[in-house]
């Protein structure tokens, strides 16, 4: 998702992590970059000039220039203006009202507006409750169909009047037979065109006037850029829209419509369509948005689609064992066989902090065998040093890597793949949901970075910090060492 923007940030910010010393010189050239990068995902210009005066009113500061960290910081300046143009706290949820709740979705043909109704009414089903999909398109043909195609495929039912003309009348039948039937959410699938058109317009505005939906939804396709955002504000003035469906983000999707659209129009993202699939719809969170386009990872989406996609009795095992302290080579393998499944270890490596660019480099390759390959290492060790892998020495190194005819580096590499993913799980342990959402909180912080951006091991602490009159000693006495040996 948006490989560009983040490539272009991550640019910017390895630019600025090479100078000796930050100057407001070359922090302006860094921003620059910074700006350029939002300009070439078709962020609108009015938003990126009114971000870059946000960041540099914050940056060009002797708080920042005379800061320890000064790259980090600006790091974190930047993520802080993200989250405020992706929509600073905006809440996600449906607020459904305890007796029915009529949602109207709307949008142009090809958005991908039907299939997001279906993919909220799982949603929906998955919180306890019924919905129901309204066929109200009759415009487009095979557009009832499809929708019951749909419903079937998320076990929703679907209401539809045979050789009906007048979607208004539909839309106040079905929300009738909501009432009468215990149906707690009314989906209006409605009409869409190939442009905003006014015949459209005054269709959407009669059956938002005669069905008082409590909520009114727009569906716009991602990766069609600013012209998402042109039809947001226009369908926003018609009918006062409470949100926006934003689909189709999986694919070449550059990045500038999620981020114009709230500063534009004022409306708020909602959801996101992360797949083709009928799970692909997700809540949208500007912060943990921010902190993937950052190329930090986002802890608490991957923590949720583990919960989602894993054997949770076998999750429950492996969480009781970390919190006694153990984590083995036999519990890394079960981990690595659950994500092993076609598209799901891209994703969750996109979710975690500096995984990104292996993500990328695992697209299109052959999982199961690189799973017959870990787990041949693993078979070819005794039970002690898969239980305990800090027995095994260079010898031993050798006799496994013999035995399952891989290099020794190759099983130097899978003992580092354990190390770090046994970090990362035991530090998540703790506190289930609130372990990772300290996770999280120490990455936006830097304290899990080093220079180079890369996820650094938590160490147990041997010491007091040390403060920047420590640092700065240090500093002085290195250079008085320096001068001796000359």
Known sequence: ????????????????RGQGRLTEANMREGLKMVENALLEADVSYTVVKDFMKDVSDKAIGQDVLKSLKPEQQLVGIVQESLVDILG????PSLHLKPDVTVLMMCGLQGAGKTTTCGKLARLIGQEGKK???????LQRPAAVHQLHVVGESVD????????????????????KHARDNGIDVVILDTAGRLAIDEELMNQLKTIDLKVQPDQVYLVVDGMTGQD?????????????LDGVMMTKLDGDARGGALLSVKHVTGVPIKF???????????PFHPDRMASRILGMGDILSMFELAQREFDQEQ?????????KGQFTLDDFRKQLNQIARPGLMQKMLGLMPGMGELGKLLQGGDHEKEMRRLGGMIDSMTPDERSNPKLIDNSRRQRIAKGSGVSPQEVNELLKQFDSMATMMKGMAGGGMGGAMDMMRKLRSGELMDPTGRVKKQKQSTGKRMTSKDIQNHKKLKKKLKKRRR
Do not use: W
């Not at 998402?228 to 006062?240: P, R």
């Open 1 to 16: 998702m948006f490989d560009s923007l983040q490539d272009g940030l991550r640019s910017a910010f390895k630019t600025l």
């Open 88 to 91: 600073g706290d905006s809440d």
């Open 131 to 137: 919905a129901l999909l309204v066929a109200a398109d």
């Open 156 to 175: 929703t039912l679907v209401y539809s009047e045979e050789g009906a003309s007048d979607p208004i009348a539909v839309c106040q039948n079905a929300v």
């Open 228 to 240: 998402a955002v042109n039809s947001a504000k226009a369908f926003n003035d018609a009918l006062e």
């Open 272 to 282: 996101i369509g992360v797949s083709e699939h009928m799970d692909g719809l997700e």
């Open 315 to 323: 999750v429950q095992k492996t969480q009781e064992r970390l919190q």
